[in-house]
């Protein structure tokens, strides 16, 4: 599988997200000994903190997306691997901030941090339990993951058909991967969710089930036209490009090896001899 990723956009946002959240957090300190030491001066105190509240929560904001371990496209990369070299797997490069292109489709990903018990029903993904603290000051809330993923399966669709003609653009899927160790996820029944939602483990297992089902996959052409597409060097931008190694194929029962007298014999090979 082959990974391309915008480091510089990692870097620049981690870095971004750390600035404001200190920041934050040193003007409502400042606000609060102005309070403490000038109590006449109510409007300059009360404009620290607010000032400092919304530099902090933006900060975090950005930081969990971009700073939080496991990083994002981290858990991706690892619940990926094994993939063949016919993939291709962009980070922060293309209109989706995680996108996998290859024999099994073209799938926007979006991982989800979230922990408790995540079930789906009458049409929205719900979230029970979780850290309250996080949910309310941690901007850490379920929200609503099919609105956003929508809008990214959009996004793809947008810029491809600024290159390729609409009878090669092929159905752009998503899935919904969640991070945290503790999630619980309750399959909706009778009911199809607006999008796939799993584990982060089985991510993996959702991509290759997709080329098996009704329609098949893509073909060789197709996901060559479009990494083409979405490796057009002036679009692209810096990235780094990583190759995971694949997984090895199981070997066919008439090319297995088996050791006879000492000799290694293929399966033919020895009922010949028998």
Do not use: C
Not at 26 to 33: D, K, T
Not at 57 to 70: E, T
Not at 126 to 139: A, D, E, S, V, W
């Amino acid at each position: 599988m082959n990974i391309l990723i915008n480091t510089k956009m990692v870097k620049r946002y981690t870095r971004l997200g750390q600035i404001l959240m200190f920041s934050g957090m040193a003007v409502l300190v400042g606000g609060m000994i102005v309070n403490i030491k000038m109590p006449e001066m109510v409007n300059l105190s009360l404009g620290g903190l607010l000032l400092g509240f919304l530099l902090s929560q933006v900060g975090i904001q950005i930081s969990n997306k971009w700073a939080r371990q496991p990083r994002p496209y981290e858990a991706i990369n690892k619940s990926l691997k094994g993939l063949g070299g016919n993939y291709s797997l962009y980070h922060y490069t293309t209109p989706a901030s995680h996108l996998l292109v290859g024999p099994s489709g073209v799938w926007v990903i979006q991982p989800r941090y979230q922990g408790g018990t995540i079930s789906y029903s009458n049409g929205r993904y719900r979230q029970k339990g979780g850290n309250m603290y996080l949910k309310i000051f941690g901007q850490d809330g379920l929200g609503r993951p099919d609105l956003e993923a929508q809008a990214e399966t959009a996004k793809v669709r947008n810029y491809l058909s600024k290159l390729l003609p609409a009878e090669k653009i092929p159905n752009i899927n998503a899935v919904l991967a969640f991070i945290h160790p503790k999630a619980t996820l309750v399959q909706p029944e009778g009911e199809l969710p607006a999008y796939p939602f799993v584990t982060m483990d089985k991510l993996k297992d959702v991509v290759r089930k997709s080329s098996k089902g009704k329609g098949g996959g893509l073909t060789n052409v197709q996901v060559n036209e479009l990494r083409a597409a979405f490796e057009n060097p002036q679009t692209l931008g810096p990235v780094e490009k990583i190759e995971s190694p694949a997984e090895p194929e199981p070997l066919a029962a008439a090319e297995v090896e088996v050791e006879a007298d000492g000799e290694v014999m293929s399966e033919p090979e020895k009922a010949a001899e028998e």
